[in-house]
Nanobody, 126 residues
Framework: VQLQASGGGLVQVGGSLRLACAAS????????IAWFRQAPGKEREFVSA????????KYTDSVKGRFTLSRDKTRNTVYLEMNSLKPEDTAVYYC????????????????????WGQGTQVTVSS
């Protein structure tokens, strides 16, 4: 299983980016898919996740109303649409997938995910 994250870049404050996470070797149908991010000098933090069984989507509070996670089953790809970007959104963004269900309360825990993409850099300039 390989996850390929793409779509990062340099954008000004208030701008938008759309990240994509494409999977090969498995389909996004039997476990959650998530986005995490890690800023320089900080720990990896949860951004958003989708439970592929229930289609429930979870966001961390700091991105609610600005980021939207979506899934294209035909392309086996998950997207993270990021709007109204702020300097504090600057980080390397990683997508992750789990093989098997997990309770909703655990979606934000990095340790429950089995596969990780290589990360894509998002830089928001002020």
């Amino acid at each position: 299983v390989q996850l390929q994250a793409s779509g990062g870049g340099l954008v000004q404050v208030g701008g938008s980016l759309r990240l994509a996470c494409a999977a090969s070797g498995r389909t996004f149908n039997n476990g959650p898919i998530a986005w995490f991010r890690q800023a320089p000098g900080k720990e990896r933090e949860f951004v958003s996740a989708i439970d592929t069984w229930t289609s429930n989507i979870k966001y961390t509070d700091s991105v609610k109303g600005r980021f939207t996670l979506s899934r294209d089953k035909t392309r086996n790809t998950v997207y993270l649409e990021m709007n109204s970007l702020k300097p504090e959104d600057t980080a390397v963004y990683y997508c992750a997938a789990r093989n098997g269900r997990i309770v909703t309360s655990a979606l934000n825990r990095a340790e429950v995910y089995d596969y990780w993409g290589q990360g894509t850099q998002v830089t928001v300039s002020s």
